[in-house]
């Protein structure tokens, strides 16, 4: 078995989904289970619809039902397929004014629900025979982090026990679930990855593939740099710095289910077949770069927490973490000393209140509108000069670099800078370390 991911551009029009069915076609043999993603921009259109005023959200309800039935019109299919799906948004909006997480995910889930019955039902015309899923249907059973869930644990015996019995082609949601009281929740934007990473895992699937528009994971993002190179192949642990440290073309969580049960992930290109992609895997052979990619995230957040106690004093920073765990607030980048600490988050939930419990033993400050920059490789650690380079070519081009923090595992260094110099900073280091 093998689960195949479609991104939003690849159901991004009619054209696409023709594209899409013959590549889910050409893989028949190896029993595929399909997750996809909502038609591209249509997750975006969900959210502004939840948000707007009772006035604009019938425009936008229509531009949504348009899209989608140009779509089904294009590809000769039955428009009445989405005909509930649109009953049920109505609802949602006429019965919800107001928007909080809970109903937010909701109004999000609608993407998937619709391009799923659209790419069945292509598949079935062309000779296919599939079925659209609700993940739920399934058995995908969430937290109640609206927003944000993660899987419980008996959606991977709920997946493998409903799939293995199924002699349909699958075509399911990517990025929801429901909660054991039956509330629709999602995985966080980009969860469609994640998703097809948990399938993959629940079913054992000999392999993971993440179909995109881009041929693989590059050595940065193409849309910075327009000859960044794709990788052939990567290691699970650089795949997971790379994804959590910016590289969109994967969502942070999706290597570890499959790393789990060590399933390699296959990220290839829809618009571009004969290209191979990047292969995932758990050990790699030695690539001639050192440094195999740069990464960056923009709209950081730096907080530095100066103690105002003696030097020595300890419990600092059990403090400090104690308070950013308690509001659940992750923390990108850290760097200490004895007295200070530098980390950067990406989001201001919670802010104010952390700020507030940790004014009697520090001093903080909070610069916004920064960016993160990774420089990413299993063998950096082991290759004197790398940092000196790093250096050397953005000091040449006067760019401060704020912060430095290098992971544990010491495939990754991180640097912040300030967002008006991020593009030029990927541009330098990109030559620098790829001469191009
Ligand atoms: P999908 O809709 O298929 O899920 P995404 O837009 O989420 O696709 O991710 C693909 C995009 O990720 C690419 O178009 C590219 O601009 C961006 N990206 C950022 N960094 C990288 C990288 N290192 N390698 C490849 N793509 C990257
Ligand atoms: N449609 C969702 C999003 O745009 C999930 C995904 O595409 O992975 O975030
Ligand atoms: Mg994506």
């Known amino acids: 078995m093998i689960v195949m991911k479609f991104g939003g551009t690849s159901v991004g029009n009619a ?7 013959d590549i889910i076609k050409s893989y028949a043999g190896k029993k595929p289970v399909i997750v996809v993603s909502a038609v591209g921009g249509i997750t975006d259109r969900l959210i502004e619809l939840a948000n707007a005023a009772k006035g604009k959200r019938k425009e936008i309800l229509e531009a949504i039902r348009k899209i989608h039935n140009d779509i089904i019109n ?102 929801m679930g429901k909660t054991k009281n039956g509330e629709i929740a999602t995985l966080g934007r980009g969860g469609s990855d994640y998703t097809a ?70 990220v290839l290109n829809s618009f571009s077949l004969k290209n191979k992609g990047t292969v995932i895997l758990n050990k790699v052979a030695k690539s001639k770069h050192v440094v195999k990619a740069i990464t960056y995230k923009k709209n950081i957040i730096v907080v ?13 920073l059990a403090r400090i973490f104690n308070t950013f765990d308690k509001y659940k607030k992750s923390v990108d980048v850290v760097s200490t000393s004895e007295v200070s600490v530098s980390l950067t988050i990406d989001n201001e939930n919670n802010l104010a209140s952390i700020i507030d419990e940790m004014k009697d033993i520090a001093i903080i400050h909070v610069s916004k509108g920064k960016a993160i920059i990774s420089v990413v490789g299993e063998g950096m650690r082991n290759t004197p000069g790398l940092a000196g380079r790093r250096f050397g070519v ?43």
């Open 394 to 436: 953005l000091g040449d081009n006067k760019i401060n670099v704020e912060m430095i923090s290098q992971g544990a595992s010491g495939i990754n260094t991180t640097l912040v800078v300030d967002g008006k110099d991020v593009v030029n900073a990927v541009k330098c280091l990109h030559e620098e370390y790829f001469g191009c």
């Open 197 to 266: 990473a948990i399938i993959g895992n629940a079913v054992d699937a000999d392999e993971i593939q993440i179909w995109t528009d881009v041929d693989g994971i590059m050595s940065t993002d193409p849309k910075i740099v327009s000859n960044a190179m794709p990788l052939e192949e990567v290691s699970f642990a650089e795949a997971s710095e790379l994804a959590y440290f910016g590289a969109k073309v994967l969502h942070p969580k999706t290597i570890i289910p499959a790393m789990k049960k060590n399933i390699p992930v296959r």
């Open 15 to 21: 054209d696409r989904i023709t594209h899409t069915v």
């Open 304 to 316: 530095n927490i100066v103690s105002t106690r003696m030097l020595g004093a300890y419990g600092f």
């Open 74 to 175: 294009e590809l000769g299919l039955d428009e009445s397929i989405l005909e509930e799906d649109f009953k049920e948004l109505d609802n949602l909006i006429n019965n919800n004014k107001t928007v909080d997480a809970e109903i937010l995910d909701q109004f999000q889930t609608f993407g998937e629900r619709m391009s799923s019955k659209i790419v069945a039902m292509q598949l079935n015309k062309m000779g296919v025979t599939a079925q659209a899923f609700n993940a739920w249907d399934l058995g995908f059973a969430t937290t109640d982090e609206f927003g944000n869930a993660e899987p419980l644990e008996e959606t991977f015996s709920n997946l493998n026990n409903n799939i293995k019995k199924l002699n349909v082609v699958p075509v399911i949601t990517g990025f």
